[in-house]
Every structure is written in C-alpha cells, then in structure tokens.
C-alpha cells in the first residue's frame, strides 16, 4: 500500500471558523510532510515531522497549526486564516531516519477555499 | 540557496512523439532527484527517483538521466500518449534534510 490519504478532499470557511485538514499513511513511513501549493506554482513546505516530533517549521503563521498524534496521522489546525490562505494543501511522506532514500509520496491534496 | 529550473514551461506535441523534460539545478551536492506527475488539481505522483550516486533510472516508458556535474535531469517519456498530458516537475534533495526543492514544472499536452 503506496497510498497517503488525505481529507477533507475540499474544504470551504469562514475567517473566524476552526478546521483541521487529516492526512493518513500505512506505509510505516517515519517522516511526514505538509505542504501548500497555490495555482500554476511548485508546492511550498510548510512543516516537517520526523519520528513524530517537529523537525522543520518553515516561518509558517501561527493560525496553521499542525500536530502528528502518531506514526500513521498527520493533522493541520487551521484558525482565522485569511482568504490568501487558499490553496492545495498536500500532504507527504517518506521513510525517514538513516535508510531514507528520500523518495516521496504525496496524498491527493485537500483544496481550501477561505470566504 | 538550491535553485531548480525547468524548460520549457510548456510543450505541445502529437501523439506517438518521444518527449524530453529539462531539470537544471544550481548546487550539485544533491541526496537525490525525483521527478513527478500533477494532473490539474490533484496531487503529485512519483515517476522515478534517482540517487546521487546513480547516472539514470527507468520505468516503462519513462527514462531519467542525471548528470550532477553539469547540475541536470532530464526526463524521456517514450511514444507518448494523451494519457501523458500533464505537469512534469522534478524536485532535489539537498544532502543534509527533508527540504525539496521544486522547479516550476513543464506543462504537457500530448494532441490526439
């Protein structure tokens, strides 16, 4: 199973709403990854998790808030976001740790739209 | 900084027409290049993945190449199809994290 699994597939709110996006994977896989893509430009990473703890914040405003309560689950907390916060958001992941071959698997997004 | 190009950005061709993907990067201490496919709206699906150490891979019709010297992939797609017809972006690994960085991709559109 080479499958990272991502939903909602599309999601719309409100600046004042809180929602979270939910990212999943069964492939033992020990690093994951979030990413935002915005139209017709390379996705952009946002946080890395490596061995269930955060390895990379990439100076991500605090109204994205992502969590990883296991090796399998990846979650990104949204709150107040703004309407330029509209985008794909994609999820990955890779084996992690020193047998890494860096390959990456990506979920199937999940697209935001914030009114 | 890691800095990744791809042209062109756009290639229209006819069916059954070989197609040649361009990567050029700018540092060559890479861990590895990874090329991938993203239909419009969906996410990205792995082609192939080369290690530093590796000169090229293949899967099917598809052939990548990479030379870390002159810091560039480039990616053969084989009698192509309208099933091809797609963005096509490579991505490196730096040799020391997780941090990709992407090109902005070549948009392909493979004419029945």
């Known amino acids: 199973d080479t499958e990272v699994t991502q939903t909602p597939k599309h999601l719309v709110m409100g600046m004042t709403n809180k929602k979270s996006l939910k990212c999943e994977q069964h492939?033992?896989?020990?690093?994951m990854y979030w990413y935002k893509q915005k139209a017709k430009k390379p996705p952009e990473l946002m946080f890395v998790?490596?061995?269930?703890?955060?390895?990379i914040n990439e100076s991500v405003p605090s109204r994205f808030s992502p969590e990883c309560p296991n090796s399998s689950l990846l979650n990104l907390h949204l709150h107040a976001l703004q309407p330029e916060d509209s985008a794909l958001y994609l999820c990955?992941?890779?084996?992690?740790?020193?047998?890494?071959?860096?390959?990456?698997?990506f979920g199937e997004g999940s697209r935001l739209t914030v009114l | 900084k890691q800095e990744v190009t791809q042209i062109p950005a756009a290639l229209s061709v006819p069916e059954g027409e070989n197609l040649v993907l361009n990567c050029s990067f700018t540092?060559?201490?890479?861990?590895?290049l990874q090329w991938f496919r993203q239909d419009p709206g969906k996410g990205l699906t792995s082609l192939l993945l080369?290690?530093?150490?590796?000169r090229e891979q293949t899967s099917g019709r598809l052939n990548a190449s990479l030379d870390k010297s002159s810091g560039r992939s480039t990616l053969y797609i084989a009698a192509s199809q309208p099933g091809d017809s797609a963005t096509y972006l490579c991505?490196?690994?730096?040799?020391?994290?997780?941090?990709?960085?992407f090109g902005a991709g070549t948009t392909v559109t493979v004419r029945a």
């Open positions: 990955a992941s890779s084996h992690g740790g020193l047998a890494d071959d860096g390959e990456l698997f």
């Open positions: 492939m033992g896989h020990r690093a």
């Open positions: 998790y490596s061995y269930e703890k955060l390895s």
């Open positions: 540092d060559s201490a890479i861990y590895n």
């Open positions: 080369i290690q530093s150490s590796q």
């Open positions: 991505a490196v690994a730096p040799s020391n994290d997780y941090k990709l960085s």
